[in-house]
Every structure is written in C-alpha cells, then in structure tokens.
C-alpha cells in the first residue's frame, strides 16, 4: 500500500518562503508521477506541478512558475516543493499525490498540509 506523508506547512509572512515534503512508502517509485495540487475552503482542487521521478523534467502551473520548485531524492524517496515569494493567493491545503506514469489519474493522495500566508 503506497502512503504519502506530507510535511512543512505553517505560516509565513508575504514574500517568505516555505519547503514542503512529501515522503512516499510501499511501492516503487521510479514509475510513477509524484503531484503537488492545492485547495483553499470553498474552491477547486488546483494542480500546483509534478515531476517524473525517473527523470528531472518537472511542470507547473503558470500561477506558480518562477516561484516553486519540485525536486526528488531518491534515496529518501522523498518529493519537496520549495516555494519562494510567496504570496497570501497560496494559502491553501497543499497535497502530495502519486500516479502511474501510464495511468492519468492520480491514484494515491497524502493527508495534506497547511499553508497560511498572511501578515
């Protein structure tokens, strides 16, 4: 059973930055897309970006590009969301999520951490 573990979340003023990670367990990764997707209370889940993790190319949503950065390491099978400049529009619940590289939905989802920008 695959399990996601995201962590680092908190508060931080507009401009500051925060890293998040997510640690992943039970499966084998080198197949599979790792996701990070944001909710905010009464909008729609947002895709934030995702990186392969057999290869080193990752995307993101325009809202955040230039100011987040994916990457892996694969010996902690662990994924990080590094997020400068940030700005109060990130607030939300931040998920990490897992799928088949195959597969087009995301199959596996973690607990999700907070994010609060706000002065």
């Known amino acids: 059973q695959v399990q996601l573990v995201e962590s680092g979340g908190g508060v931080v003023q507009p401009g500051g930055s925060l890293r998040l990670s997510c640690a992943a367990s039970?499966?084998?990764?080198?197949?599979?897309?790792m996701g990070w997707f944001r909710q905010d209370p009464g909008k729609e889940r947002e895709f934030v970006g995702s990186?392969?993790?057999?290869?080193?190319?990752?995307y993101y949503a325009d809202s955040v590009k230039g100011r987040f950065t994916i990457s892996r390491d694969n010996t902690k099978n662990t994924v990080y969301l590094q997020m400068n400049t940030l700005k109060p529009e990130d607030t939300a619940v931040y998920y990490c999520?897992?799928?088949?590289?195959?597969?087009?939905?995301?199959?596996?989802w973690g607990q999700g951490t907070q994010v609060t920008v706000s002065s």
């Open positions: 039970g499966g084998t990764f080198t197949s599979y897309v």
């Open positions: 990186i392969y993790w057999g290869g080193s190319n990752a």
């Open positions: 999520a897992a799928r088949l590289y195959s597969i087009s939905d995301y199959q596996y």
